[in-house]
């Protein structure tokens, strides 16, 4: 009866099941020491496990070998880098992103690499004897709740954090000594802070083979298949003259060029390329350029860049491109580099303001690390979902030694009581070696069948940076003789009383894989902090730009490719969206608010684009519309709609049909986007922010839908048509009732979700009456969700009306005929439980999943996961959950970085739609308007949870099922008065709920 305990390395401990873990901050003398406390307590009602997210730490005991691919993650939601240590030069490198790094072709570029070569370096291998060849001992770790990056050396000191910090857009290196490490301190005898850019220079970087949708400008759009544009550029940065950035004003004359600083830029200028005005004109929309209110040109004159710079007592400019220290430390130092965007008049005006930020920018400043620490702690201390089980780790334990382990973190044993024999391996010091290294599981199992099998030893040690983590050392002491060493762990074998045996459970997953789950989760909810937008750009930060979904800012490919991506510059709102889904829950609504004023950004061109395109064929209409692939500024993407290419787009067309099928009519975007806006209200009850940007959307939107569509003669009720369902059921031009369908799914569905909502939110929020009633009309305009009876005699959802329009091609991969399921919360669990009509609706989604209508993969934006938790499908989400948490990463080193599959590396929409499954699981909320919060309605009742959630009307839960007693427990729901609105509907009875 074994669980696995989950160390900050992600590896394994085999111990007794009913023991409660829990950590301690232990004196000794003057000493401080970190030590996991294992106290034998029997688990109770309260029974779900305590777990920190120091758990989920990524810690890295080599360096990459494979470039900026085996980078890890760091960021602040507008500035991130992707760090790494090359193992042939020990120097550190930082691949620098920016969330609105935009260029002439909005392209989102990188803004450049910065070495940092030391002596004594962070890593350098060496050959110790001719018996032992290892490595410095050196360990890379992502310390989660401080966003931090930390790589150190535990042999001659040299340590170096790496941040972004929280709360501006500065990275910062600092050189850390620790004297503790060695007898004599640590000195820094040389450092040099270097900037690699590939784009300086004269010569623009050609980029026109590297992917579908890069677009481009003028009359380069044309190729065979209307989507990947030729003769597209990447220009040129340029370095900004040091005087002109010196941070404080000489008191005579001109900075010296040996200041420490090195400033770069890239500008982006009409003269070069003019994307926003080209693709503007050739779409039908030239009278809108050089409009701001009636077309956001968030491209036309933006300017970005960096400046780098160190304290000058300390530090010297060395070159065009690098700083150096002046002489040796003993103390430690940093380097800053602070980014900047703007959309500005000259070059002048944007370097005076990144000198401005320059000079507000305090090296080694205690207080803005304590911030951004307090700003991590607090994020992940908000919310939280942790899975545990009463399973064994799938590797078997071949001695019961390995049972009487106890773990200490970051601690290593008295070196006097160190076992020694001259025949051993590793010069001396080591009974033996593990057939895999630590921290591996069968590392640690191997090591304590080494140490039992010596009668006087009492402990043994590991650690990646000594012999490569594969010989332990033996003590013939225990725990209370170890020392403070961050690069070991120990792990005390002595033999203890073993508790009662607990309960035998029900025979659950794989441990390892809830381990992976609740990893993979917390590691995507990190990355979606890093590149999710929250800090704007522009001088007043209020440049906001929504997550990027091929990547975000944290693509890391190799030279000469850096600023590659696939798919290109464009959003897709179908693989966009994804993320945003997971947020509310978590209570990230600091990362959510970005996507909302980014489309209202986008709002003026859209409603100019309804009066431009359609007011001649549509009389009196209104409103606007969004387009399912887009640039940052609201257009078709020019190269996928094949415009100015005869050979795939007829010029005799309108310009709202263009050459790529798939999205012509794809208009659905816009009415989710007002199904996510007003779960953001309901979440926050932020009135404010309705009013600002919610608001505006949803009455263009809903205005487009009423003037746009006509009424059906027969019913009364309106006829969305011409449409498409998603991707599929294409038309051909021009439109007829033979080759476009009739009322699709996504947006019946759609408006079926949304309009009741709106009206709800614009009662509490004070909009005028007449909205109202408009709204009011139109929801009772609606047809009604299409299904099918199949010959079987089972009731579907289907794509649109049928019989489908027979020339309609019906190509596409989504399952639009469950949108009424996910993303629209029609058919769901919780809606059954308080209205009859919603149940019926989920006995047919359950018929339509399990018909294959609604299943068509479990990778990247593929949505079966979500359909079957939201159906109350257990098993079927509970499987899909684990799979996508097993999912393997591939060419990239950093676990969450998972491969491309329909989208780009590291892709954002995989491990986001596990997070949304996961959490549908485990709690779903009405919609309906009656508050009700169903718990644990699609969860397996053999896993155990402990969780923070945040759920509409700004209420916090908190709590956990223990599945051994098979109890679950409250602790605490805020406001109080929402307990009424409680309802578990899977694995406890209402005696087996405990409020505390």
Known sequence: SLITMRSVQEEYIMLPKSWHWHWALLRHRNMMSMFCVITYCQMGVRGAIATSVDDFDVVWGSPSTTSSLGGMPVGNGRTSANVWVEGATGDIMLLLGLADALDENTNLLKLGRIRLHMDPPIYKPTVHNANSVGSVPFSQRLRLHSGTIELRNTANGVGVDVWVDANSSTVRLAIRLD???????????????????????DAPINAGGWGNGWGGTGGSFCTPNGSVANNVYVFPDALVPPESLFRHQPPSGPASSADPVVG?????????????????REQGLGALVGNSTRACDRITNRTFGA?????????QRTGTHSITLRKPSVIGTEVAVVVHSDQTASIGEFTSELRARMSATKLNDTRARSEHVAWWTSFFNQSYIYIHNGSTHSTSVSSASSADVRRYNDTVGDQHALIRNAAWPANGESPGKCSEPFPSATCIQESAVMCAAIPTCKAFALSTDWNGGSYPQCYVNGAESAAHNAAWTLFDNTSRTPSPPPPTPPPPPPVDALFMVDRQAVLMRYMDVCSSGRLGGGRDGDHFFALKYNGGILTAEESPKEDYRAWGPGQWWQNLRLPYYAMLAAGDVELFRPLLRWYLSLLPLALERTQLWYAATHPGIKGAFFIETQTQFGTFVPGEKGYHCPSIRDPAWPMWWGGNKCINLHREGGIE???????????????????????PIAIAVTDFVSTFYAHNSSTGKLDIWPTQALEGFQCEFPPTKGSCVTNDMPTVAGLHAILPRL???GMETGVDSTQLQLWSALAASLPPLPTAVLPSGVEVFTAADTPYAPNASHSGTETAMMYSVHPYRLATVVAATVASNSSKLVDIGRNTYKSGGGNNGNSGWEQPLMNAAYLGMTSEAATQVVARALTKNSGMRFPAYLPSMQDFRPNEDHLSNMRVARQAMLVQTSDAGDNTIALLPAWPCEWSVAFKVHLPRQTVLTGGYDHLQRVLTITSILPAARAADVRVL??????AVVWQ
């Open 673 to 695: 986007l007002v199904m996510l806006g007003l779960d953001f209200y309901e979440h926050t009850l932020d009135a404010a922010e309705f009013h600002k940007s919610i608001l």
């Open 307 to 315: 400046a780098m710079f160190g304290d000058a007592s300390m530090w």
């Open 264 to 280: 770069w830029y890239h500008r982006n200028t009409a003269s070069r390329a003019d994307y926003f005005g080209d693709a503007l």
């Open 179 to 201: 004297p503790t490490i060695r007898t004599n301190a640590p000195t820094l005898a040389h450092a040099n802070v270097t900037l690699e850019n590939w784009r300086l220079g």
């Open 986 to 991: 899977n694995c406890v009875n209402d005696s």
């Open 759 to 761: 009206l709800r939110a």
